[in-house]
């Protein structure tokens, strides 16, 4: 049995040594063959596995299960009194795009125009980000970027949180984002007023139709020179409207931000319409119209759950019970946090929507198999199940704890550093040297 | 003199209108943290008059008193936020580098449902704090969350301490030095505007003090000093009577204000935000100043980039008295999540944690005699918790302030405003994370954009 312990302040190591855990050395990954013996494994597909075994191989989970034997070779990490869950998923952040948010030239999650989907969040993520490792300490390990600020402002990108370059780190779902037109304040700071709001909107709900009449045109344009098989034609460059053919065609997700109850009505019937296959996003009225959303039959990303009510006559907790309400009513939910530089609060987001109605089990969902499900990539993340990708954490209970410690992150079968620029700020300057005198 | 009566008595009205409620209560067989001297279990808590009076076991119940049944539940002394900007109307008189003539308190309203909400949240005092725009802003006050009232003298909490909103870094620079092109500009220009500030304070109090003495003499014909609102609060600070709270993120500008601090003789003063707190955490213990921090904000300007959510736990370790505050109308629903979040970063105990949230705060605004912990003779603020307040799936039940409950899950309904405003026509706002906007700017932004268009003519 091999232990590595990561250079933690003392007590943090002594709890780690009372736990039997270890963690990564260094800064630098690892990968290899792992046995993780003796852990609560919370599968979430398929129960919870007490005492249990995970094998990671070739960045794949191998074998999960009790009794499992240990393969030659492989580095044993004991695991006894830790849960095992996979990662959690974010739904909905601005993680790689901004580095500091009031500083325009640290951001690139919004290029000039509206109707610019041919933006790809992935190009533009930042592998080095601070933000990054400090999030994925938090248990996210996979997260959506996603471009914002105009009416279609881009693609959006699904990482994993751990690599070098965004081809390392993405995990296989891009989709055009469209912001609904919103008929609602933005925000403490909006002072419009009803009819600059509804001007606004009904301007913007224009320009998506004519964009779509544009792109039908394309399409007709395209299967035919597509039928004809002539090898010389070519379509001129239309790069928006090349960016929404798969979306216009159903053969592509759709992320659509809307929040008002009345904008989420509007929306439905926009995406009915042009069946367009969609995944709602914000969704803050959600519970408004349920029914509507179930014959629609969309799934959704709601979030933040840590936000305030939209209306000042709602109850306080409206935006803790939504996911909850929306589930209950037989919705697909998964949770956002709406964040960059603290997307590491999504298992509270997740907590809160649990303790309000959603309940632990479906809240634990919700960040991690109905994501992978709504984005499509469930044969590869949001469980823990042989042939997915090794992508779990290890912690000593609880995530939606705020009391629990995350002991090991573990990325596509990579042993991730557990450090970040603000663990090391901790082991300088808890006992800071020199203290007062030099 | 029939004039005189209706004044005389307008003013006994307003007075004893001024009057806020207190109520008796038996809080029976709860799980109480007293924050300050551990845990009870299965105890009572007698209210008398709006004072916690008895803390014990099988306390009988006077005659007529309403009794609440906390049995399986937690109780804990009412949340205290040292630095929020709810019920106010106004926050930034960004108009000056200095306005200590100004105060909060002249701007409560006590009809914003962020009050309710508050409440929601466990929290039953906060500190309804100036904005940051200028070095010395303006006087703050310290509320009680006493929703329900028309009056903001209600809300006033009677005896607290006056307190004085100071910023330094990137807002005060931003605000004047490029916004109105005026010192202060850098760090060096925030400095200078309180060391003269300070010594304009000193001279104006000299001559008053000069003259209050001659004038004993009841020959002396001279004429009394210009009276200045302005620096007869910053005298104020410097006779210990007015606390400093001051913005603040970078290590090296929390040097320097201490430094000026000890050349005037100042010793009370709170860190608000103090995001770097942590790296000059054994000068903030060795002055005896204090912190009152973000539970995990950073990242949102450059002078936040290199912080840490383990400052409470590096700052508390290092002996400093710290909170944990919103400065949101969002965060100030949650705090006691918010100080849960200590125990990841740091694993601070449980009384560490809650400390952050009460007493500790309560020593910030100088009102830890009487708020901040369940001991008897204390103002009866009491919050009380399904599941353990750190605990994420806890939820409120009960929030009193005075012996009064100003909230009750079970009585709790849909709309809780107690003004509708009618010009109001859309009724829907989206907040989205709320942490990405610096509330301590909120109207200094307007302003500064105004100087940027009227710039452009």
Known sequence: MIKIFCLRCSFLMVALLIAGMVCAQGSKGKTGLFAFTNAKIYTVTNGV???????????????????????????VIECAGQHIYPGMIDGGTKLGLSEISSIARTTDFSEIGDVVPQMKALTAVNPNSVLIPVTRLSGVTTVIAIPSGGLLPGTAALINLYGYSPKQMFAGFEAVVLEFPSTGRRGRWDRRSEEEIKSASDKALKQLDDTWKKVAEYHKVDSAITAQKVKDQKLD??????????????????????????????????????????IFTGVLEGWRVT???????????????????AREYDRYDRPYANPGLMHEAGIKVALKT????????LPYHAGFAATYGLGKEEALKSVTITAAEIFGVSDRLGSIEPGKEATFFVSDGDPFETKTQINQVVIGGWLVPMESRQTRLYDEFLERAPGLDK | MNKLLIIIFIFCAGWAGAQHRTGDLLIKNGHILTVTKGDLEDTDILIRDGKISRIGKNISAPAGIRVVDAKGLF?????????????????????????????????????????????????TI???????????????ETIKHRYGTFNPEILKMEGAPRTIKFALGENPTRVHGEG???????????????????????????????????????????KAPEYSRRLETIAGILTGEVIIHCHSYRADEILMLMEVCKDYGIKNIVFQHVNEGFKVAPELAAFGASASIFSDWWAYKFEVYYSTAYNAAILTKNGVNTSINSDSWELIRHLYHEAGKSQKYGQLNDDEALALITINPAKQLGIDSRTGSIEAGKDADIVIFKDHPLSIYAVPQMTIIDGVVYFDINDDHDDQRIYVDPSEVVDVTIHGTGTHHENCMIDAEEFLLNVRISGMK
């Open chain 2, 75 to 123: 109780v804990m002394p009412g949340i205290i936020d040292a630095h929020s900007h709810i019920a106010l109307d106004a926050i930034n008189e960004a108009t000056s580098p200095i306005t200590s003539e100004v105060f909060t308190g002249n701007a409560i309203n006590p009809f914003d449902l962020s009050i309710y909400r508050a409440l929601a949240g466990g929290v």
């Open chain 1, 291 to 309: 029914e509507e959303l179930v014959a629609a039959n969309i799934p959704v990303i709601a979030g933040p759950v840590l936000t305030l009510p």
């Open chain 1, 237 to 278: 460059f239309y790069p928006e409207l090349e960016a929404l053919l798969p979306a216009y065609r159903g053969e592509a997700k759709i992320m659509v931000e809307v929040n008002r109850a009345e904008d989420i009505r509007k929306a439905i019937e926009w995406v009915t319409e042009n069946n367009v296959k969609a």
């Open chain 2, 126 to 140: 906060s500190h309804a704090m100036h904005g940051s725009a200028n070095a010395i802003g303006g006087e703050c």
């Open chain 1, 49 to 75: 596995i007490e005492g249990g075994t995970l094998i990671v191989k070739d960045g794949k989970i191998e074998a999960v299960g009790s009794g499992i034997a240990i393969p030659e070779g492989a580095e």
């Open chain 1, 338 to 345: 709406t964040e960059a530089e603290n997307v590491r609060n």
């Open chain 2, 180 to 222: 109105n092109k005026i010192v202060p500009k850098t760090r060096m220009g925030v400095e200078a505007v309180f060391r003269r500030a300070f010594s304009e304070a000193q001279e104006y109090k000299a001559a008053w003090d000069a003259y209050n003495l001659s004038k004993k003499n009841k020959r002396f014909r001279g």
